[in-house]
């Protein structure tokens, strides 16, 4: 017996026994010859006791065991979907909602209709769906609607291991919900399973769970993995170079088997694909027998070939794996890196074979989450025939999907990681060392089918001393406002008490409640008649502010809360239409391809600069005039998704524009899902949805950009005056710098931004990142006489006191205040204005 975990006689009694079903399977011979290679085939009869005698299961196994499309299987067979719900699985990443959903329609021979997914914005579920795959985010959102989650008999939370910051959420809610419905008669089973045996923060945790849920291991069947570290760890940018030269090393010199390399981001994966690619094509004959002597200077040569990526000003920013599979509440509103052309499957579909050569050509296949479905799922076919495979993924290798015949892996190491400031939001990448955890899970990739070897591009010592055990989970890292407004609106007041596997940082918790009390989505508690000493510092410590009715309307969509408020109230003027659209612009990744780097290559460097100066040409007539171009970088979203929807959104005209297309259809359907949200939040808007929307009036261009104000009334900057003393150096740095409401340092527009280089007093942007400077991206312009009526909260007002309240004209958008007033802590004056 493998259970670990005290469980009682008397906790294994409460929980009710189900009555055996057998739902008859009729899988192909070959499916089930393959069934029965995995681990957890075995522990078949084990797994379904324990979860029929537990309400809460945790399940280990090493990745490849079999524990995402065998278990599902499991519970289908002994009737968990029979009669009394579905059975609901959730990843944290939708590539593998969207194919395991697939491999276990495949495996039990069923169709779509009663295997099938649901990711944010699509979904193929029917009336007959037994078996649901879909993000954690959406199971979120479905507990918002449906605390109990009647709908459904079993619930299995995979990769928890992930620790994704909707995963840890679900599985707090859980602990409370399968209680309840265990009172209610109608049992949900839980089911957590992880690649790790790590989950103390889910059995030891008292809070989480009264009785200690038993947990299973599942033997993993791994083959030996031999690893071999570098002996020294190259410079912190010649790790790709150091892939690459391994990757060729290993081809040439190496027998047959899959090479699975592991780097940061999608720029790095294409980068390296190409190049890998394009050695195999023509340089391999030239440099064959010299470059596997003469590794050193192979590597310093290609030094200046792989351009280092870096975050430069025309690059916009890094991918993190991680956080962009993320959908559910919060838009992640990161962008991502595309350094090639929105749809380039001949580049890397290329099979190519060096004229003369007697080595094996090399297919190279690249893997990471933007990546459109269709390609992703290329990695589970076999290769050509007589071709050596060689996947470039970033970390979505490393658990979620089990690419066959793996037996070389190539691990740099490193992980692209967003990092947040906990108080004011500005966010970064970083490229750091992964954790020893991960690194010995792609270490795994290697010894699926058979004895595999894993090269790791760092040495033992570094691993030894610099890599953290484990990451540490992604709720402790990152803003949680639209977590909190989430719990607000699931009436969970008292945060704090929340039974969080790992919880929040209190200083995150109180910027969250801090900045959805200032948007109105929270009201204070109301005050003891008087105030004791304790009363104020249990206030403190315990911040337990209520929702409003605007916070209950803004929780319904489904995007960041700043969003959500320019949705609720942008019903005049017919304005929703476009407050929809940019708000879908906004939420999703990066619309705009990537340019990438300025080429080293001085023919190349031409047509770069010609495309630079062709998107910066576009964005501009984009802008347009007036009130449009004050608007700024969101009229070029607004102009961009309605001249697309003209063009009928085809991949030539996002092409011809530098649009990712990819974003385009996501931009489309979430549109469409905030058009019926908005319709229902607000019945009286009525809004119709059309793709193809003319472009706003003046006046209806000057209402959105106060909408936009409401929305962003924390992130407003104002220009600063240049410094007439000072040395040039000083005086250049302050040059074109704003200074933002929160931060002590110098702001500056971003230049991708329309409006860079330009001389505005006020703005207000999407966000913040750093970079070599703190660049501010999504940039519109606003006026000072707006703030008194768009944020009366940040502005103190002067005398005279009997001067009536600042006044709003609808209309015109104009604004009346017969006083002055300042804003913001640094007392930023603030005209009075007549109509
Ligand atoms: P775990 O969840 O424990 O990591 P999985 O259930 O994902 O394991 O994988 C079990 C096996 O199924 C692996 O050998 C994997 O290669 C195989 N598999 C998964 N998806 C596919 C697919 N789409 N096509 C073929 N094989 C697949
Ligand atoms: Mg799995």
Redesign the pocket.
């Known amino acids: 017996d493998k259970t670990t975990g005290k469980v009682t006689e008397a906790a294994k009694e409460k929980a009710p026994v189900r009555s055996v079903i057998n739902v008859p399977v009729n899988r192909t011979s070959e499916i089930q010859e393959?069934r029965l290679k995995?681990p957890?085939l075995g522990e078949e009869q084990h797994v379904m006791e324990t979860i029929s005698e537990h309400p809460v299961v945790i399940l280990c196994?090493?990745?490849?065991?079999?524990?995402?499309?065998?278990v599902p299987q499991f519970l289908y067979e002994a009737g968990y979907a029979h009669d009394v719900g579905m059975i609901g699985i959730t990843e944290p990443r939708r590539v593998a909602a969207i194919?395991?959903s697939?491999?276990v329609g495949t495996e039990l021979n069923l169709s779509t209709r009663e295997v099938s997914y649901q990711i944010r914005y699509e979904g193929n579920t029917t009336p007959d769906t037994k078996l649901k795959f879909m993000t954690d985010g959406v199971l979120l959102k479905e507990v918002q609607k449906d605390f109990l989650l009647s709908k459904y008999s079993v619930i299995i939370i995979?990769e928890a291991h992930e620790r994704s910051i909707y995963t840890d959420i679900l599985i707090g809610l859980l602990s409370r919900i399968v209680p309840l419905r265990h009172k209610k008669g109608s049992p949900l089973k839980l089911v957590i399973?992880s690649?790790t045996l790590r989950v103390e923060d889910f059995t030891e945790n008292s809070r989480l769970f009264k009785i200690k849920p038993p947990v299973i291991e599942i033997e993993s069947r791994q083959f030996p993995v031999t690893m071999h570290f570098n002996k020294h760890t190259p410079q912190e940018n010649a790790y790709l170079n150091e892939a690459y030269r391994k990757v060729c090393k290993i081809h040439r010199s190496l027998p047959e088997g899959g090479i699975l390399v592991f780097v940061t981001g999608q720029q790095e994966v294409n980068t390296l694909c190409r190049k890998i690619r394009e050695t195999f094509k023509s340089k391999l004959s030239d440099t064959k027998n010299k470059a596997v002597k003469e590794d050193d200077k192979e590597s310093s040569q290609m030094k200046t070939k792989i351009p280092r990526v870096q975050l430069d000003d025309y690059s916009v920013l890094p991918e993190d794996d991680e956080l962009s599979e993320q959908d559910g509440a919060h838009g992640n509103n990161q962008s991502d890196e595309e350094l090639s052309e929105p749809d380039d499957d001949d580049t890397f579909d290329d099979v190519s074979r060096e004229p003369g050569d007697s080595q094996n050509p090399i297919y190279v296949l690249p893997l990471y989450s933007m990546l459109p479905t269709h390609k992703q799922?290329k990695v589970?076919e076999a290769p050509p025939a007589g071709h050596r495979l060689v996947v470039v993924a970033t970390n979505v290798a490393e658990?979620s999907?089990?690419?066959?015949n793996i037996k070389y892996v190539v691990d740099t190491g490193k992980v692209k990681t967003k990092f947040y400031d906990k108080v004011t939001g500005v966010s970064s990448f970083k490229i750091t060392w992964t954790s020893k955890a991960s690194a010995n899970q792609r270490a795994g990739r290697a010894g699926?089918t058979g004895p595999g070897h894993c090269y790791r591009l760092y040495s033992s010592a570094v691993f030894n001393d610099e890599f953290e055990l484990f990451s540490s989970p992604e709720i402790t890292r990152r803003p949680v406002d639209d977590l909190l407004l989430l719990m607000k609106d699931l009436n969970i007041d008292k945060v704090v008490n929340f039974p969080f596997p790992s919880p929040p940082d209190r200083l995150a918790l109180k910027a969250a409640e801090k900045l959805l009390l200032s948007l109105g989505a929270l009201e204070p508690p109301a005050k003891p008649q008087k105030p004791t000493r304790k009363s104020q510092r249990a206030e403190m410590d315990n911040p337990s502010a209520r929702i409003s009715p605007l916070g209950r309307a803004m929780a319904c969509f489904p995007v960041a809360p700043r969003y959500g408020k320019m949705l609720s109230l942008g019903h005049q003027h017919n304005l929703l239409p476009y407050v929809i659209a940019l708000v879908a612009a906004l939420s999703v990744q990066e619309l705009f391809v990537e340019i990438g780097e300025p080429p080293i290559d001085e023919t190349e460097k031409q047509a770069w600069k010609n495309r630079v100066g062709k998107m910066v040409m576009l964005k501009k007539t984009w802008a347009g005039q007036g009130q449009s171009a004050l608007l700024g970088d969101l009229m070029v979203l607004l102009k961009a998704v309605g001249a697309c929807e003209y063009a009928g959104c085809s991949t030539d005209f996002c092409f011809q524009h530098g649009i990712r297309h990819k974003a385009m259809i996501e931009i489309r359907k979430l549109r469409s899902q905030l058009t019926n949200a908005v319709n229902s939040v607000l019945p009286a808007a009525n809004v119709i949805m059309d793709p193809k929307m003319a472009p706003p009036s003046e006046l209806q261009a000057k209402l959105l950009r106060q909408i936009i104000l409401t929305g962003l009334s924390d992130h407003i900057a104002r220009k600063l005056q240049e410094p007439s003393t000072g040395t040039n150096e000083e005086k250049k740095k302050l040059k074109m710098a704003y200074q933002s409401i929160h931060l002590e340092e110098p702001v500056y527009i971003h230049p991708n931004s329309v409006l860079y280089k330009q001389n505005h007093e006020y703005v207000v942007f999407q966000d913040i990142t750093e970079t070599s400077k703190l660049y501010m991206r999504g940039v519109s312009v606003i006026e000072a006489e707006w703030l008194p009526v768009f944020v009366p909260h940040g502005c103190t007002f002067s005398k005279p006191l009997d001067s009536p309240p600042p006044r709003y004209d609808s209309s015109s958008g104009n604004v009346l205040a017969h006083m002055t007033s300042t804003f913001g802590v640094r007392c930023w004056e603030i005209p009075a204005v007549e109509l």
């Open positions: 393959s995995l957890i196994g090493a990745t490849g065991s079999g524990k995402t499309t065998q194919s395991m697939k491999r995979d399973m690649a799922a589970f658990t999907l089990t690419i066959p699926r």
